[in-house]
């Protein structure tokens, strides 16, 4: 009689590895692409959210404000930080106070860093006027 073995072999146990390497080198490279593309997010909800404070500010005062730190914002904005922290935010007024720019630009300190190739920075103006810097086709 002649006694059956149980397990895998060596063999068996390689496909499966090489097998779990092919799906692990496409599936990372995605992943990563993926959650950048959701990071930017960060970018455009506090350039719009600057954009509604200042035209808040701008109804109530009859010019637009010259300090985050004037606006009805989160400290987070206030501080010159997007809520999440993955993009510097800052605000220029020009023209006597009568047109403003915001711009997030990628924090190189975080995950959000090797996107800025792709994706920058973000700016909106008073117009609301989105522009983006990077080699990406949409940003926005």
Do not use: H
């Not at 390689?14 to 930017?40: F, H, N």
């Not at 350039?47 to 400290?75: C, D, H, M, P």
Request: contains cysteine; hydrophobic residues 40%.
């Amino acid at each position: 009689m002649r006694l059956q073995q149980a397990g895998l072999t060596l063999v068996e146990l390689m496909v499966v590895v090489a097998v779990m390497a092919v799906i692990a080198a496409i599936a990372y490279p995605l992943y990563t692409t993926q959650s950048q593309k959701a990071r930017r997010a960060d970018a455009k909800i506090a350039l719009e959210t600057l954009a509604l404070a200042q035209e808040r500010f701008y109804t109530i005062n009859g010019s637009y404000a010259a300090t985050l730190s004037s606006l009805q914002v989160s400290t987070a904005l206030q501080g010159g930080n997007s809520d999440e922290g993955y993009y510097t935010v800052a605000a220029n007024v020009t023209n006597a106070g009568q047109a403003f720019t915001a711009t997030a630009t990628v924090d190189s300190g975080d995950a959000q860093a090797s996107d800025s190739t792709n994706c920058g920075s973000f700016t909106i103006d008073q117009l609301g006027t989105k522009t983006y810097t990077g080699s990406a086709s949409n940003c926005w």
